[in-house]
Each structure stands twice: as structure tokens, then as C-alpha cells.
């Protein structure tokens, strides 16, 4: 149990379009989803907490408008990264939250812009 | 603020040696600490985790992990590496409660190379 799907696992995009990142919790519901971002040869790094009906809180740093999230249903979080610049090309993971210290992260997606 | 340090940035071992990663977190009270591992280009696995209770976790793959509150650390342990070990270890840190919750903050990560 505890499968957090993530799609696509890898996408190359032109400079200025936008890309979509979904990440799905397959046989549980959560309310909270969290976003983080690595970059080659380091950590993770948290960029935004996702809640259900509601806007997503993002940590110092993160800039909301280029990195829209959006997680409309229980079961669905998306992650926008809007006018896409090769500084954003990285390593993006999603995580769901089931329970009390219950983190189970996504296969990731791997960005590429050029 | 919560932080966790992984003073060892690639460590190597022989196949059939004992390993153990270590890691220093500083947090206010009691955290939720996790070990994942990551292999290249992939999401992140756990691998264990303790949240209270016995300070002497037990997790997959034949891993372990002992919370020692008085050094402030949660340090990875293998009896015997096998060559499927390699890839990247975080360890990280949850808030149990507060602003934070459910944030998790990672260490660097140490990268395990196993030799035949």
C-alpha cells in the first residue's frame, strides 16, 4: 500500500513553455503533498507544501508564480513550472503524506530544458 | 529550525563488510527521523524511521538504525554490504508537530560504492 504515482519521469521542453508534473496517490487519500526539488549531486530540497482545497504554501525562496501547484482532489497534486528556463532544469520529487510521519515519495521526474 | 548533517559524502566498502552512515540532526524536541535510499535517477525509498519507542529500529533490506538522543544521532547500520547496496543515503529530519509539520528537512546524502 502507500504508492505515490509521478508522471512523467522525464520531460525535455524549449525554453519559455510550460511543463506539467502530476503526482498521484494511488490507493490512498492526502490531503498534503509536498514538492521538492534536486539538483545533480545534491539534496532535496522542499519548494511547496500542497493542501487539498486549498492555495500551497511555499518555503522562502520558491517563486509561486513560476512554480504553480495546484492540488485539486485528494488523490492529485500538479506541479506547473511556467515559462521553463534552463536554470529549471532538475530533478523534481512529490511526496504524500498518509498518516503521522507517513512520507512516500514519487519515482520523480527528470526536467530538461533547452 | 530543523537540520541534519551527514559528515560523510561517499563512503566505500567491500561486499561482506559492515557499514554505517552516519547522521547528526538538530531539532527542538523529539523528531520524526528517516533513512532513504536513492538510486541513480530514481524517487527515494524508505527505509526505516522512528518516531518513539525502542531507540533501535529495525528496517528493510537488513538495515538498522539507533536514535541516540544524548549525541543528537540517528547513524545508519549494515552487518554485512551486499553489491545492490550502492546508491545514495539521506537521512532526514520531520517535525512532529508545530509550523513545520510534515516538512521534512534531508541531510547531503552519502553516495555507498561497494566493491566486489
Known amino acids: 500500500g502507500a504508492v505515490v504515482s509521478q508522471h512523467p519521469s522525464r520531460v525535455i521542453c524549449k525554453s519559455g513553455t510550460s511543463v506539467k508534473i502530476e503526482c498521484r496517490s494511488l490507493?490512498?487519500?492526502?490531503?498534503?503533498m509536498f514538492w521538492y526539488r534536486q539538483f545533480p549531486k545534491q539534496s532535496l530540497m522542499l519548494m511547496a507544501t500542497?493542501?487539498?482545497?486549498?492555495?500551497?504554501?511555499?518555503e522562502q525562496g520558491v517563486e509561486k508564480d513560476k512554480f504553480l501547484i495546484n492540488h485539486a482532489s485528494l488523490t492529485l497534486s500538479t506541479l506547473t513550472v511556467t515559462s521553463a528556463h534552463p536554470e529549471d532544469s532538475s530533478f523534481y520529487i512529490c511526496?504524500?503524506?498518509?498518516?503521522?510521519?507517513?512520507?512516500?515519495f514519487g519515482s520523480g521526474t527528470r526536467l530538461t530544458v533547452v | 529550525a530543523q537540520s541534519v548533517t551527514q559528515p560523510d559524502i561517499h563512503i566505500t566498502v567491500s561486499e561482506g563488510a559492515s557499514l554505517e552512515l552516519r547522521c547528526n540532526y538538530s531539532?527542538?524536541?523529539?523528531?520524526?527521523l528517516f533513512w532513504y535510499v536513492q538510486s541513480p535517477g530514481q524517487g527515494l525509498q524508505l527505509l526505516l524511521k522512528?518516531?518513539?519507542?525502542?531507540?533501535l529500529v529495525q528496517g528493510i533490506k537488513g538495515f538498522e538504525a539507533e536514535f541516540k538522543r544524548s549525541q543528537s544521532s540517528f547513524n545508519l547500520r549494515k552487518p554485512s554490504v551486499h553489491w545492490s547496496d550502492a546508491a545514495e543515503y539521506f537521512c532526514?529530519?520531520?517535525?512532529?508537530?508545530?509550523?513545520?509539520?510534515?516538512?521534512?528537512?534531508f541531510g547531503q546524502g552519502t553516495i555507498l560504492t561497494v566493491h566486489p
Open positions: 531539532y527542538g524536541a523529539t523528531p520524526y
Open positions: 500542497s493542501n487539498e482545497g486549498s492555495k500551497a504554501t511555499y
Open positions: 490507493d490512498f487519500q492526502a490531503t498534503t
Open positions: 522512528y518516531f518513539s519507542g525502542d531507540t
Open positions: 532526514a529530519v520531520g517535525a512532529a508537530g508545530g509550523t513545520s509539520y510534515g516538512k521534512l528537512t
Open positions: 511526496s504524500a503524506r498518509r498518516g503521522p510521519g507517513g512520507y512516500t
